[in-house]
């Protein structure tokens, strides 16, 4: 059974793009605080735990909010939904933050809250906490975004039946630099979430340079 993509998100600065269409569009802004947050308060999902995420989790969880809105996660055994993400610069962007509050022994107070952020795939677990996931996951670091090693891995999950389903793409962030490409790959049959909104994009190496090249 060949697999599909049934949803995905694309956020670079300036605009959110979701199944193709345009979702947020704000050229106005400097920072990434300044472009995410108000987007994140127009998507009322009411969850005061975004605001304690280091920067790159914020993006993968509003990356993959609005790929769930497509897509019904009851229709798959959670404990066999996977997350697979990729990026090139891991978690550095909270790292230098961390290095920050260290490197001067006169003023030496590290954040406890900012160092459980310094590993990449905390966004993975931000993700799978809000959506009660407990499949694969795994978090590759790649200097540009490799869509052939992303689609063998997550392929061969299918493959060796160790998910029935996962979220997978790029979430990359450093600094006020940022983009993601996240997606959620399903086998192809007639009963899924897909065919009643009209999404089903072979999920291929081929699909994911296509979706990434979008601007």
């Known amino acids: ?5 049934s949803s995905y998100s ?18 106005n802004f400097i920072t990434f605080a300044e472009f995410i947050k108000p987007f994140f308060k127009r998507l009322d999902l009411g969850y ?3 605001y304690k995420m280091d920067p790159l989790s914020k993006l993968g969880f509003i ?15 959670k404990k066999r939904v996977g997350v697979v993400l990729a990026n090139a610069n891991s978690s550095l962007d909270t790292d230098l933050v961390h ?21 990449p795939n ?13 499949g694969e996951n795994a978090f590759l670091i790649a200097e540009n975004f490799e869509t052939k090693q992303l689609f063998a891995y997550v392929n061969e999950l299918f493959i060796n039946n160790r998910v ?12 006020d630099e940022f983009e993601s490409l996240m997606m959620f790959v399903e086998p192809d049959r007639t009963d899924h979430s ?3 909104l009209g999404i089903k994009l072979p999920f291929s190496d081929e699909t994911m340079d296509e979706l990434y090249k979008i601007t």
């Not at 694309?10 to 704000?26: A, K, L, M, T």
């Not at 029935?164 to 790029?170: E, K, P, Q």
């Open 1 to 5: 059974m060949k697999n599909i993509i």
């Open 10 to 27: 694309r956020i670079r600065p300036g605009h959110v793009c979701v199944n193709g269409g345009i979702e947020y569009h704000d050229e």
């Open 48 to 50: 005061p735990k975004f």
């Open 63 to 77: 990356a993959s909010e609005l790929v769930f809105r497509h897509v019904n996660l009851d229709l798959f055994d």
């Open 99 to 119: 290095q920050e509050s260290i490197s001067n022994r006169s003023q030496y107070f590290p954040s406890p809250s900012v160092f459980v952020y310094t590993l």
């Open 122 to 134: 905390i966004m993975i677990g931000e993700i799978c906490i809000r959506h009660r996931l407990n």
């Open 164 to 175: 029935d389903a996962c979220l997978t793409g790029w979430v990359d962030l450093l600094k």
């Open 194 to 196: 897909a065919e009643k």
